[in-house]
């Protein structure tokens, strides 16, 4: 009995938290995703969304993208959904590609409802929500960033494009974006495809994308560093444009894989980086720390935060979760009155 016990004690101090899969309806639709959940997390839990590329998986991008041992290491809750199955039996994330005329699934809506439901149920937080992908997924992620950016507060694009069709629609609010493009990518081309000739659709050049979110988040200097060239037999090295001081403090990289394919670095072409850690180590630079209702960030919630929340209310600003006291997605008088109870009553 006690080498039984003995046994199984060793055994479980080598059980690390286990993916699991999940569905999810919406639309009468089931849709699927794994959950990975670390098993020590701390307040205003992150959530991470990770999407596969055209063709891909959720389980494939989990297995190759590292990123259940990045939010071990880190503190934070990862979420691989799958994409819908098209005519020719391919999973894809639907953004409009010239060959998919006929399909009407809306995963903006999915992805945000899920999100939200996360949120909810797994006490996460409503901030600190960001979506990364590989080609299809990152494409995907922008198109979030164009019109979800009220719950994805950041968003990270490995080898993906902007779709003309979402693009010249584009209605974000001011969100860190971050894009990892191979130069030689030969699929998503690092000039883009103005008139179509790839077949998916007319998509803009890279270069093009990034100087739109400096635009948005209003960054006004530049930082270029180049990375050593660890591996050289992997034939590319690794630039990163760094765009700051933005609106919130809000930045927008592009880490130029020079002579780089159309890859998720650390997986295939370049190794110079981890794509995954990239990733992580981009989103971790904005994380919101705050209760509530602490518009001003003192770690206290008073009438400096209920002038503040009435100045954002009669200038009409931007959504700011903090300010949303109720929790109705609405920033209006009710918040500064539930406040103002609030306060009160202590
Ligand atoms: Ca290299
Ligand atoms: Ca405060
Ligand atoms: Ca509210």
């Not at 259940?68 to 020719?88: K, L, T």
């Not at 001011?174 to 998503?188: C, F, K, R, S, Y």
């Not at 630079?285 to 919630?301: T, Y």
């Not at 209310?313 to 959504?319: K, P």
Request: net charge negative; charged share 15%; with cysteine.
């Amino acid at each position: 009995m006690f080498k039984i016990l003995h046994t199984l004690f060793i055994f479980s101090s080598f059980i690390y938290a286990q993916p699991q899969s999940h569905s999810f309806t919406i639309n009468n639709e089931t849709r699927e995703y794994y959950l990975y959940t670390p098993d020590s997390l701390g307040p205003g839990v992150p959530l991470l969304f990770v999407l596969h590329g055209y063709t891909g998986s959720a389980a494939s991008i989990m297995n190759y993208s590292n990123l259940n041992q990045i939010a071990d290491e880190n503190g934070f809750v990862v979420c691989y959904p799958d994409g819908m199955i098209d005519d020719s039996g391919n999973q894809f994330w639907n953004v409009g590609y010239d060959f998919h005329p006929d399909e009407t699934v809306d995963d903006v809506e999915f992805l945000s409802a899920l999100a939200k439901f996360l949120q909810q149920e797994y006490g996460l937080s409503n901030y600190n929500t960001f979506s990364t992908g590989m080609s299809n997924g990152g494409e995907m992620s922008y198109m979030l960033a164009c019109q979800a950016s009220d719950i994805f507060r950041g968003i990270a694009s490995v080898a993906g494009i902007m779709f003309e069709s979402f693009y010249n629609s584009c209605e974000p609010s001011a969100i860190p974006v971050l894009e990892i493009h191979g130069t030689q990518d030969d699929v998503n081309w690092w000039d883009g495809d103005p008139n179509n000739e790839g077949g998916w659709g007319p998509y803009i050049g890279i270069e093009e994308g990034i100087d739109y979110w400096i635009n948005i988040n209003n960054c006004t200097q530049t930082n270029t560093s180049t990375l050593l060239d660890i591996f050289p037999s992997d034939n590319s090295s690794v630039v990163i444009e760094k765009h700051f001081n933005g609106i919130n403090n809000n930045e927008v990289w592009l880490y130029k894989v020079l002579n780089g394919g159309h890859d998720w670095p650390g997986e295939s072409g370049n190794m110079d980086i981890n794509a995954g850690e990239e990733v992580w180590s981009f989103f971790s630079q904005f994380l919101v720390i705050a209760d509530k209702g602490d518009i001003n960030f003192d770690d206290s919630v008073n009438i400096f935060d209920m002038l503040l929340i009435s100045d954002n209310i009669l200038n009409n600003e931007r959504y700011n979760y903090l300010a949303d006291y109720n929790e109705d997605q609405n920033v209006n008088v009710f918040d500064i009155l539930s406040m103002r109870l609030n306060i009160l009553s202590y």
